[in-house]
């Protein structure tokens, strides 16, 4: 007995005891003399490496945890418990409550995301839900971001009608489209955006255009994955016929027109285009000077000029306006100088795969920033022909380019290399036209956008130069990237995988209006654009230019909010106010959007009579996509919008508005000479069918007898009689037209070409 207490209290004397152990020994729980080498460390022949060290490494010796610890963890017992219990009152509760009020009781999991779910407050005296309201029974919910986890209903407050929970607000159509209707309208609408098969997302026209259907038609076609055969593909129009691949440097440069061309074209994209894009004109001159000296000399190399920058050449004679006496001067089409820049561009990317050169000085990632600049051209080139998706990816690997050269990285960072003047101009400007670029295309498709706040740190243009003189570019560009920043936050919020509530889009179209408003007055659409005091004639071109562009994406923007607000299947509950304002704002802003783009074209049309100098105007003012397109999607909302809007509610002048669209667009598509597939003509066969066949006033029974036609033959039909048949157009020629005098529309001069195109 007292062998053990004494051998018990040894114990604990050991392990009370601070360990003095050196590192070696530690490992094996072994003392140290702290003066000599132990004896393990002698017999391993380690002894210089025997020390003693005053912190003990060993283990500390074990005691009782704190008794404020222990309080805490029964206190989360006790807390959890009194959770559980008010849980079920709770459903106890409703169970009683859904009983009383004769409705069945569906239990549901507890949603472990509060912030998905908003009360709705509404008044007790309110005792029906709308009469555009209808109740969903058992239809599935719309998955979270989770994936796995199923959005459900959790408690809700007192003052909370569990009528309006669950229900959709696009069933509300007294009339729905037919299927046969809503495939063949949806499938040509589908073209002006990207290829069957991609995503379009949220606030689109196809949205638009399904929230008005019975909803038995699918939303989306995938792309098919598990095939390895093509069929169909024999008969396929190329866009160029100029062979993508087996190009060289060489090859491209004879690919140029005569010089006397070369100049006019050139001329012609920077007295129109370049307001857009911000190239420096002297740095242009210059760098073309050098090409043109070298691919000259007797002794050149093809392979001294760069690819990246015959990407910008190609690029700026493929966008440059140009009329049909220009254009029949020139050998190769501005579709042909497209696919000369793309394939410049793939030859400076497949540059990087080549053997790597051994000097410092010379790298394939030299002159990328050229083809940097030149991508937002190529996206708007591809856009103007119903390419949006492709012009999307197109800005997309620009953006992977300038992040690999470091164009989101400040010119004025301390760690670069010293840079000229000219080269930080020429990054700033490239990496900002990049940004608006992939803000707008994706938004446009309500795909998530590439550049996010916190990966640049690149300065903002400033609306001065270097000299101090004012710079126009600059001054604009500055305000776009304010309204892409706006643009950004609207898809990160808005368009995201789980559908935000209604309020959220107002309260993003609420941000909008203040920014424009808070515009500088050069591009307030309220003050005349003439007026204007200390800018000279050629800037005030400018100006008027700048404002169309960015008065059409301000009301773009607004009306896919309102329709991605007011379309959606199974979303959770809204509340009726919300909703009832952004359907109103809706078609209001439709019709505005509707009459703004109506009354620029019958500007155009004043101001260029003459077929060949329209089509000059269209291409310098950006009306075939910008004008053309919102003109497109405004329309087909108006058209869904009103259907679930009472008729005291309708805006004044919607269906005259409706007319106007089809005649502009008639207009644009019998004068443009660009490809078949235009948005105008596709944007055309959309809406006369949709017009004729089941929103005409005269029309009552002829959507349900025609309703029983083959969804196949009623579409070969339709593109049948839109090509063939439908030649009377006299209820288009009847709508008056707004006059505009021609010296109060700056839109537009065409630049007058001195030098011979022979």
């Keep these: 007995m007292n062998s053990d207490s004494g051998q018990g209290s040894k114990v604990k004397k050991t392990r009370r005891r601070l360990r003095l152990s050196c590192v070696e020994c530690t490992k094996r729980r072994q003392k140290c003399d702290r ?57 106890t509760l409703e169970q009683a409550l859904a009983e009383q009020r004769g409705t069945p009781y569906r239990t549901s999991p507890p949603s472990t995301s509060s912030s998905s779910f908003r009360s709705i407050p509404l008044p007790d005296i309110q005792k029906s839900p709308p009469a555009d309201w209808e109740l969903i029974k058992d239809a599935p919910r719309e998955t979270s971001t989770e994936g796995s986890r199923q959005v459900s209903i959790p408690p809700v407050a007192a003052t909370f009608d569990p009528r309006y929970s669950e229900i959709d607000i696009a069933s509300t159509v007294a009339h729905p489209l037919p299927t046969y209707l809503y495939e063949s309208t949806s499938t040509l609408a589908h073209l002006c955006l990207a290829q069957h098969g991609e995503f379009v997302g949220r606030g689109s026209l196809i949205c638009a255009l399904h929230s008005i259907t019975n909803r038995m038609a699918p939303r989306f076609i995938y792309a098919k994955s598990t095939d390895s055969i093509f069929e169909g593909r024999d008969n396929m129009e190329r866009f160029s016929p100029l062979p993508y691949a087996s190009h060289t440097v060489h090859q491209l440069l004879s690919k140029l027109p005569h010089k006397a061309a070369y100049d006019a074209l050139v ?284 008065n059409t994406w301000y009301l773009a923007s607004r009306l896919k909010l309102h329709i991605a607000s007011t379309t959606g299947q199974h979303r959770t509950g809204q509340v ?83 007319d106007r669209t089809m005649q502009v667009l008639t207009s644009t598509a019998k004068h443009e000479a660009g490809k078949g597939g235009s948005i105008a003509t596709m944007a055309i066969n959309v809406l006369r069918p949709l017009h004729e066949q089941h929103f005409s006033v005269s029309q009552n029974g002829a959507s349900q007898t025609s309703a029983t036609l083959h969804g ?24 008056s037209r707004k006059e505009a005098a021609p010296e109060a529309f700056p839109y537009g001069q065409p630049v007058g070409f001195a030098v011979a195109l022979g």
């Design 267 to 550: 001329e012609s994209y920077f007295f129109n285009l370049n307001w857009r894009y911000g190239i420096p004109r002297p740095w242009f001159n210059r760098a073309s000077g050098q090409m043109w000296s070298r691919w000259h000399s007797s002794n050149h190399l093809s392979s001294e000029i760069n690819a990246n920058f015959l990407t910008l050449v190609f690029s700026i004679l493929a966008a440059a306006p140009r009329d049909d006496e220009m254009e029949a001067s020139l050998v190769l089409s501005c579709d042909d100088y497209f696919m000369c820049a793309m394939i410049s561009r793939r030859i400076a990317e497949d540059d990087y795969f080549n053997t790597p050169r051994a000097s410092t000085m010379v790298s394939p990632a030299d002159g990328t920033v050229l083809g940097c600049l030149a991508t937002p051209i190529l996206a708007s080139f591809l856009s103007e022909r119903g390419r949006v998706s492709e012009a999307w990816k197109v800005v997309g690997n620009g953006v992977r380019n300038a992040l690999a050269v470091g164009l989101h990285r400040d010119a004025n960072w301390k760690l670069w290399q010293v840079m000229s003047q000219e080269e930080k101009m020429l990054r700033k400007r490239a990496w900002w036209t990049l940004f608006i670029a992939d803000r707008w295309l994706s938004y446009m498709l309500g795909r998530p956008h590439m550049i996010r706040e916190e990966m640049y740190d690149v300065e903002l243009p400033s609306s001065t130069n270097e000299d101090g003189a004012f710079d126009l570019f600059g001054f604009n560009q500055r305000i776009m990237i304010e309204l892409a920043t706006l643009l950004g936050e609207a898809i990160d919020s808005c368009y995201s995988p789980a559908y935000p509530h209604c309020g959220d889009f107002l309260a993003m179209d609420a941000k909008l209006e203040a920014w424009r408003n808070s515009v500088p007055q050069e591009y307030q659409e309220s003050l005349e654009i003439t007026s204007l005091r200390g800018y000279e004639d050629p800037e005030i071109s400018i100006l008027a230019r700048q404002r169309y562009i960015l």
């Design 35 to 91: 003066s000599h080498p132990c004896g393990l460390c002698v017999a391993r022949g380690v002894a210089n490496m025997c020390r003693w060290e005053t912190v003990p490494m060993a283990r500390p010796a074990p005691s009782r945890p704190p008794e404020t610890a222990i309080r805490y963890i029964d206190g989360i017992a006790q807390h959890d418990t009194i959770v559980k219990d008010l849980q079920d009152r709770i459903a």
């Design 712 to 735: 196949g033959s009623m579409l070969k039909s339709l593109f049948d009689g839109l090509q063939n048949g439908n030649a009377d157009l006299n209820w288009l020629t009847s709508m």
């Design 576 to 658: 009726p106010h919300d909703v009832a304002r952004s359907r109103k704002t809706c078609i209001s802003v439709a019709v505005e959007l509707i009459e703004y783009q109506c009354d620029f074209h019958d500007g155009l049309i004043e101001q260029f009579r003459e077929r060949e100098r329209l089509h000059y105007a269209y291409l310098a003012s950006g009306w075939l996509f910008h004008g053309c397109f919102s003109l497109f999607e405004a329309c087909v909302a108006l058209l869904a919008t009103k259907e679930r809007v009472p008729y005291q509610d309708m805006v004044p002048g919607a269906m005259e508005a409706l």
